[in-house]
């Protein structure tokens, strides 16, 4: 198993543009997660997924869209980058709901200038 | 809200030797979990340990065992036998009620020196 993976590993954004961030995982997992990561903090919530066609707002959304039409992905959209969205990006799953151990991804670096 | 505070944001800790870090959670929550993650420079988040709130023994995976109060709200790790390879930073996590989410400490940077 891959695990969880995560594409792009770094990339750089001019102000105003868009991107998608990708995630992909092989282990059927019903729940899946994007962290954003700030410089000496820790991960903060953005949105989640408890199944395929479900998603909800984390702790910190705007600015991000989400979608999950299959177990496997969950891409995250960022529509007019800005400066505040420099920040290292993070998917985790999970089989299931809390309690369960969340497994991470490598993580995408993204600067926007 | 849940909150979970790390107060010591460097630790160091000469090989071979044990090093203790802190932890400390705010929840009205009777059912929780309770984990500590390790980011090495990679950036890559593996999970080092876990503990069911309603255990009262203490979780172990080797070299790494935690020390949970659950009365003070306290969530420490202890790495024993300290290796080069635990260098990092080291982050405590909570998850618990309804939420779906992990709550982060700040971190703590472990240094191992040689």
């Known amino acids: 198993n891959a695990g969880v993976t995560q594409t792009p590993k770094f990339r750089i954004l001019k102000i105003g543009q868009s991107m998608t961030l990708q995630c992909a995982q092989d282990?059927?997992?019903?729940?899946m997660y994007w962290y954003r990561q700030d410089p000496g903090m820790g991960l903060k919530l953005i949105y989640y997924?408890?199944?395929?066609?479900?998603?909800d707002k984390g702790e910190v959304p705007n600015g991000y869209n989400v979608s999950r039409s299959t177990t496997e992905y969950f891409p995250l959209r960022l529509e007019l980058a800005a400066p505040s969205q420099t920040s290292v990006y993070f998917c985790?799953?999970?089989?299931?709901?809390?309690?369960?151990?969340?497994?991470f991804g490598p993580g995408t670096r993204l600067l926007v200038l | 809200a849940q909150t979970v505070t790390q107060s010591q944001p460097e630790m160091s800790v000469q090989e071979a030797e044990t090093v203790t870090l802190s932890c400390t959670y705010d929840?009205?929550?009777?059912?929780?979990?309770l984990f500590w993650y390790k980011q090495p420079p990679s950036r890559q988040m593996i999970l080092v340990i876990r503990q069911e709130a309603y255990k009262q023994q203490n979780a172990t995976e080797n070299r790494f065992s935690v020390n949970f109060q659950k009365a003070a709200k306290s969530f420490s790790l202890k790495i024993s036998d300290s290796q080069l390879g635990d260098a990092a930073m080291y982050f405590c996590?909570?998850?618990?009620?309804?939420?779906?989410?992990?709550?982060f400490g700040k971190g703590t940077l472990l240094t191992v020196n040689p």
């Open positions: 996590a909570y998850s618990g009620g309804s939420n779906y989410k992990l709550t």
């Open positions: 985790a799953s999970s089989y299931s709901q809390n309690r369960e151990t969340q497994y």
């Open positions: 282990m059927n997992h019903n729940y």
């Open positions: 997924s408890v199944g395929a066609g479900i998603t």
């Open positions: 929840t009205s929550e009777s059912d929780y979990y």
